[in-house]
């Protein structure tokens, strides 16, 4: 550390004075101890400020340090402080100003601390930022000074006086839902009693009444029974996004088990996996997919619905609210996804008159969320509760242009969207937002830029910004406005009806507005835990010491957030090492797992990094269990190659590449930031590379190249196996319209994804129309 400054000083009066003492240290410590709280830093720097001169004392901290020994520091850079002279006046700008005596003969910049444990004042100057209040800093410190003990670690020194802890809890929610909790599928019945003829889903032409779709459901929930589900048991979905898909989870919940569905496209291996873990009594399959479904449970087909659908009375199980309602599973740190069992009671307080929304019989909402992913939930449920109808985007791959015809097609007016399939449409068909009246995205950081480009555009509209995870049922926060968000970030917005909020320390004490700490997620929306999980549901899943019913828990969602005066929330990163990638919530842990389990591998690290379109894409560094036997490029590609048929398409590393050794910290750990970074790296295929025969297909493996970041691109090169998705899908189409100045449908790309197939698409034009 470091502290440059003259020991014989001048104060405002024109007396000598000898500076603070050691005995300032216990305030100095305070000071920089709230700072580090506040600023997530390691490095604080406190400008010791005076008539004569500045200095700068820099402290480096750490969560597990403790407040005694921040105290001892503290008194050294003070003795330091008095034997130096005014020729050493040098050091980096402060993150805020120690000051004694007097009043300054400046105005201090950033945060001032004036006086010492008798007269404590905190200021605050012009530029230190919206987010230095000076009553709440003051009574931070004060509030370390008079109850941290010397032994207490940074990372849970108390800051919330006993004001400060009754304005957060005001501010975190009451838990309570609006409505009392009900089963989901009375819901619906009761909502077909209200409206039997009004259109309850559409697909592509076809569309049921509530009257059909209940009916069908019933029917299949006959045979369902008499296959063994009922309450307590689960039922397996596999159906891609239809009207059938819709009847067949209806049916599921009306013989009060639980579904869990599926993507058909999920890789065998994993797919038996989670159904064994699930215990599923049967499964409900369209019958392309029902040759997927493993030997054991009982394989019901899905009919089509079509034509009335009678011979069976109304199924309408007598479960609690309480009862599960489906199983999710989210990706899991050990290699083994985990099964989120969601119960009735916490769709009910997300779809029945919540508080940041407001659904209308009236509405169409699309459906186009996997219903594997928990958006799916709000997307299903929220229509058919309350009289709306679903409008579901045709089955197959993810097109934005399709997409905005089925906005416009369906008259879609809510939807919701991930967050980089949200900065696409805007980016791309801004216009196919005319008809909607409530748009939502959530599941990663969305853009300011693009919410202000759609709510100028449309200022007809209503916004969301959603957050939560699997856990709380599908949105723990919201952030709903007509105005765009005045700043360059959107907010979490506040706890929505049913849940609480709590920002917590390690210690799981409540930390005060301003301060950083993990968000902890409770009430009505909450899940019961993991399926067959019991040691990771303690971990995550823990009691509630705030809450009045006994048995009440909260969930650790591993979240930094910072709670702001007006009860909204700011998000400030992962607490762990969980990140987004193509809207789903991926543990590079379990991807690291399944390849350390490869014969060929003996270290596996995956990290993400942006692709390049507003997302992000996973990268995975490996050292061989036999380097001497093999090429790098040729075992990152068999890697890549093998975990198609482990792992979904979006924990596919968009790269992999083999390292002689890992990078180690000082700590012996994997230093991931002294990782290499790849930029573009080679082609990771096994079939034959070809190279570009005419200027045309150079021009789109160039293009190809330059967003997939791979090189080279091969004519036969498949532009979705090279890393591509939907999103980067759009960005490629729109490069080549206005290189080629033609009109591309997305289509074209799934159906023609090479070089060759797309350039003879094309029209094979001329290398001077080709050119830049």
Not at 177 to 202: F, I, Y
Not at 387 to 399: F, K, M, Q, T
Not at 521 to 539: C, F, I, K
Not at 578 to 587: D, S
């Amino acid at each position: 550390m470091t502290s440059p400054t003259d020991s014989q000083q001048q104060d405002a009066s024109g007396t000598a004075s000898s500076g603070p003492g050691p005995e300032a240290a216990p305030a100095l410590a305070a000071l920089v101890a709230v700072l580090y709280r506040r600023s997530l830093q390691d490095t604080v720097r406190v400008a010791h400020r005076d008539t004569a001169a500045d200095s700068v004392l820099t402290f480096e901290v750490c969560a597990d340090q403790t407040f005694g020994a921040l105290v001892a520091d503290a008194e050294k850079a003070l003795l330091a402080l008095a034997e130096i002279r005014d020729d050493d006046l040098h050091g980096p700008p402060a993150d805020a100003a120690f000051v004694w005596g007097p009043a300054p003969s400046r105005p201090a910049s950033g945060v001032t601390l004036t006086g010492g444990p008798a007269g404590l004042a905190v200021s605050v100057g012009a530029d230190a930022g919206s987010e230095w209040d000076a009553a709440r800093l003051e009574d931070q410190v004060a509030t370390v000074l008079s109850a941290a003990a010397p032994d207490v670690r940074l990372s849970v020194l108390p800051l919330a006086s006993t004001a400060a802890r009754a304005e957060a809890a005001a501010l975190a929610g009451s838990g309570r839902a609006p409505a009392p909790a009900r089963p989901v599928h009375v819901l619906v019945q009761e909502q077909a009693g209200r409206t039997p003829d009004a259109v309850a889903v559409s697909c592509a032409g076809r569309s049921l009444t509530y009257r059909a779709l209940t009916a069908h459901a019933d029917r299949l929930a006959v045979r369902l029974q008499e296959a063994g589900a009922g309450p307590g048991q689960v039922v397996g979905v596999l159906a891609e996004r239809s009207p059938e898909l819709v009847v067949a989870l209806l049916a599921v919940l009306k013989t009060g088990a639980a579904y869990a569905a599926f993507e058909p496209d999920l890789p065998g291996p994993r797919l038996h996996r989670l159904l064994a873990d699930t215990g599923a009594c049967a499964v409900l399959a369209q019958e392309r997919f029902a040759g997927r479904v493993p030997a054991g449970p009982a394989v019901l087909p899905l009919d089509t619905p079509a034509g009335p659908a009678g011979g069976t009375g109304t199924v309408l199980a007598d479960v609690p609210a309480s009862a599960p309602a489906y199983i999710s599973f989210t990706s899991g740190s050990t290699g083994e996804p985990k099964g989120v069992r969601v119960p009735h009671a916490a769709v009910s307080r997300l779809v029945v008159r919540p508080d940041w929304a407001e659904f209308r019989a009236k509405d169409v909402f699309l459906q186009l969320a996997p219903v594997a992913f928990d958006a799916s939930t709000l997307e299903l449920w929220a229509p058919l509760v309350n009289g709306g109808r679903l409008a579901v985007h045709a089955p197959g791959p993810l097109a934005t242009d399709q997409l905005a015809a089925t906005l416009t097609g369906e008259g879609v007016t809510v939807a919701w969207l991930t967050a980089g399939l949200f900065h696409q449409m805007v980016n791309q068909h801004l216009d196919a937002f005319a008809g909607l009246r409530h748009v939502l995205a959530g599941g990663d950081v969305v853009s300011a830029s693009h919410v202000k480009r759609l709510l100028t555009a449309h200022p007809h509209l209503l916004f969301t910004n959603g957050y939560g995870p699997t856990e709380n049922t599908t949105f723990t926060t919201c952030w709903t406005s007509a105005e765009p968000p005045a700043g360059n970030s959107v907010p979490l917005g506040r706890p929505v009806s049913g849940t609480r909020a709590l920002v917590l320390d390690p210690d799981l004490e409540p930390v005060p507005v301003g301060v950083p700490g993990e968000l902890h997620a409770g009430g009505e929306g909450l899940a019961h835990g993991y399926l067959n999980r019991p040691a990771a549901t303690a971990e995550r899943f823990v009691p509630d010491p705030f809450a009045n019913e006994p048995g009440a828990r909260l969930y650790r969602t591993g979240d930094l957030v910072r709670l702001l005066p007006d009860g909204s929330l700011e998000f400030l990163g992962r607490a762990d090492r969980q990140i987004k990638v193509q809207g789903y919530r991926v543990e590079p842990g379990e991807i690291e797992a399944v390849l350390g389990g490869h014969e060929d591998v003996r270290q596996a690290v995956v990290v993400a990094q942006s692709d390049g379109v507003r997302g992000r894409r996973l990268l995975a560094y490996v050292t061989a269990e036999r380097p001497e036997d093999d090429e790098p490029a040729a075992l990152g590609r068999r890697l890549r190659e093998w975990l198609r048929g482990e792992l979904p398409g979006h924990l596919v590393p968009w790269a992999i590449l083999p390292l002689p050794e890992l990078p180690l910290n000082r700590n012996g750990k994997v230093d991931r930031s002294a990782l290499p970074a790849a930029r573009r790296t080679a082609r990771s295929l096994a079939t034959e590379y070809i190279a570009p025969r005419t200027a045309t297909e150079s021009a789109v493996a160039e293009e190809w190249a330059d967003l997939l970041a791979v090189e080279p691109v091969g004519v036969d090169d498949d532009f979705f196996e090279l890393g591509g998705h939907s999103l980067i899908a759009a960005d490629l189409l729109t490069r080549l319209q206005d290189r080629f100045r033609v009109e591309l449908s997305a289509r074209t790309l799934y159906l023609r994804p090479t070089v060759a197939e797309l350039a003879e698409e094309l029209g094979g034009l001329p290398a001077a129309e080709s050119a830049r």
